[in-house]
């Protein structure tokens, strides 16, 4: 039985560090295509005019700060909750150098779409690796609970109050971001089911 235990919390910890990775790709395939960017990303562009630093060290930074909101929520972080406020913010700083700007007006399109629908699978990988959920998506599961609200509603609400907060510091607003905001949503709702990993059944 050792195994087979063994095999599921491996399948879950891949799952986890994969969805990470891949979020905060699909972050810098936003910033690369210049057409706006994720609405936390609008935040930390706000913050980095006035202080200065990186979106990802923002992302660092923010997330810490997201996970205070949790304690009215009663949400409980776990290793999922830690390995995402510290991995997202370095793979978009390392995505940004590495990754080709596009220039044509087709290619940074393509960018859009393809960050898009990969962040809404990365969020359903991590989410559904069951180790905890991001700092910010903390926020969106902790209201669900508390509010019976869908997730497409929730997440919908949040993304358009980070927006607008972030544009108020002077972040820029793209038709990207109006995308993202209006998409992600239901896109998450959508795929979590999909890569949710089952709870592990213990035979006698």
Do not use: K
């Amino acid at each position: 039985m050792l195994r087979p235990a063994r095999h599921h919390l491996s399948r879950r910890l891949v799952q986890l560090y994969v969805g990470l990775v891949v979020f905060g790709w699909s972050e810098a395939l936003l910033v690369e295509a210049r057409l706006g960017v994720l609405p936390w990303d609008v935040l930390h562009q706000g913050l980095a005019r006035h202080v200065g630093l990186s979106i990802g060290i923002w992302s660092i930074i923010v997330a810490f700060v997201v996970l205070l909101l949790w304690m009215p929520l009663r949400e409980r972080p776990g290793l999922g909750t830690l390995s995402n406020a510290l991995v997202i913010g370095p793979c978009i700083d390392l995505s940004v150098v590495l990754m080709p700007t596009p220039h044509a007006w087709w290619l940074r399109a393509t960018y859009v779409v393809v960050a898009i629908v990969v962040n809404a699978v990365a969020t359903a990988l991590y989410i559904g690796a069951r180790f905890g959920p991001g700092p910010r998506d903390g926020l969106m599961t902790g209201f669900v609970r508390r509010t019976g609200g869908s997730v497409r509603v929730v997440r919908t609400c949040i993304e358009v109050a980070v927006v607008l907060t972030g544009f108020l510091l002077g972040g820029t607003l793209g038709v990207a971001t109006l995308l993202f905001v209006f998409s992600i949503g239901p896109l998450v709702h959508w795929f979590l089911p999909l890569l949710r990993v089952p709870e592990q059944r213990h035979q006698a």
